[in-house]
């Protein structure tokens, strides 16, 4: 099973807090810690940054990151449904509800919009709650809509209104 990075509790707070003055590119580099991308994924986007080789290691280092297995990741995150999917995750706590809403805005994101979505992540990034995502999904509905098209986009939101519920 391949690792992936991800972002720890720590990681999140210093996206909204900005308490460790971090380097730029740095922080670049936490905002595009997802836990859906790969190593290559992450190393071919932080040479578009020109980040230092050991950036990964260096957010390690200061406990803003961690390697979790995907599987791991998946069910921290409570599996997102996709359009299709007739199984609905089960939703218990606030942190669920912010879990199932970040793995699928994250990676709808990243899988319709790409690295036009670059600053709506740092949107999602912003987010302390579930309620604060919710607020978030009009601009990732717009940012869809000019990505694919108004059906797709109105389709998405009404689903994950529907998820969350």
Request: charged content about 25%; aromatic content about 6%.
């Amino acid at each position: 099973m391949q690792t992936m990075w991800c972002k720890t509790e720590a990681g999140r707070n210093e996206i909204q807090q900005r308490t460790r003055k971090l380097p730029a590119v740095l922080r670049s580099i936490l905002l595009l810690v997802d836990g859906q991308r790969n190593d290559d994924e992450l190393r071919t986007m932080m040479s578009g940054l020109h980040a230092p080789e050991d950036a990964l290691q260096q957010l390690a280092a200061e406990g803003l990151i961690e390697r979790r297995s995907g599987a791991a990741w998946v069910l921290a995150a409570v599996s997102a449904p996709k359009p299709g999917d007739t199984v609905q995750p089960s939703i218990t706590t606030p942190a669920d509800r912010y879990n199932l809403l970040y793995a699928r805005i994250t990676d709808d994101i990243r899988s319709y919009i790409g690295l036009k979505g670059y600053f709506l992540q740092l949107k999602v990034e912003r987010c302390a709650d579930a309620d604060e995502l919710v607020a978030l999904l009009p601009d990732v509905a717009t940012a869809l809509t000019k990505a694919r098209d108004h059906t797709f986009a109105t389709r998405w939101l009404e689903e994950v209104r529907a998820s969350v519920a």
